[in-house]
């Protein structure tokens, strides 16, 4: 039972919608397997980050008010960022695309994008205090087994996603090529907003 609800949730928690799928299916379809790979390997290092601290006992730093209103101003700075850069760029991926030439992209950039995205988030830290909460005093809950499942079922899905994000990238067409960095650059910016307004709502609670 652990094994298999850990696999569930590691499943739904990188398959839920948000800013580093949104990232992971951009540079998917601009720089292949290898970009979007790297996204959601940055990815990790905000999961991994979260839980070790959560997890050993950090918990306390991690409900700091400033500490959870520095990150969610990172990530609405990011996210608006990467949102007008790829509006931006939409113009250029579509030139390549119609002449088939690859994108330039950066493996190490893409990383670091995945990183950031991750670390900046919120509503990360929210969900590893909610799950470590879990694990440390449920006494049904085999620990170790529930998230090893975990990281297990949240590897199988980011492969999933960079799988289908490079899948069509020899299959664009120009114009699907600007729709998608359309869609893909205000989805980000529709996050940073969303992120904003609930900082908004904290502050004005707080």
Do not use: Y
């Given at each position: 039972m652990d094994v298999t609800s850990g696999l569930i949730l590691g499943i739904v928690y990188v398959a839920a919608p948000g800013p580093i799928n949104?990232?992971?299916i951009r540079?998917?379809?601009?720089?292949?397997?290898?970009?979007?790979?790297?996204?959601?390997?940055?990815?990790?290092i905000g999961l991994i980050l979260y839980a070790l601290l959560a997890l050993l006992g950090a918990g306390l730093v991690l409900q700091e008010a400033a500490w959870q209103l520095a990150a969610g101003l990172s990530g609405m700075a990011v996210l608006f960022y990467l949102g007008i850069t790829t509006i931006r760029d939409g113009r250029n991926l579509a030139t390549h695309t119609a002449a088939h030439v690859p994108?330039?992209?950066?493996?190490?950039?893409?990383?670091?994008?995945?990183?950031?995205?991750?670390?900046a988030s919120p509503l990360e830290i929210l969900f590893w205090l909610?799950?470590?909460?879990?694990?440390?005093?449920?006494?049904?809950?085999?620990?170790?087994?529930?998230?090893?499942?975990f990281f297990m079922g949240c590897i199988a899905m980011s492969l999933v996603i960079v799988l289908f994000?490079?899948?069509?990238?020899?299959r664009l067409t120009a114009r699907a090529a600007r729709v998608i960095s359309?869609?893909?650059?205000?989805?980000?910016?529709?996050?940073?907003?969303?992120?904003?307004?609930?900082i908004g709502r904290h502050l004005m609670i707080g």
């Open positions: 949104v990232e992971t540079q998917g379809v601009k720089g292949g397997f290898i970009a979007s790979l790297a996204v959601q390997t940055g990815s990790s994108v330039e992209t950066s493996a190490r950039r893409a990383f670091g994008t995945g990183a950031i995205l991750s670390l909610s799950l470590s909460s879990r694990v440390l005093h449920d006494p049904a809950l085999d620990g170790p087994v529930f998230l090893s499942a994000a490079s899948f069509w990238r020899s359309w869609a893909c650059g205000l989805a980000l910016i529709a996050f940073g907003l969303k992120l904003g307004l609930s």
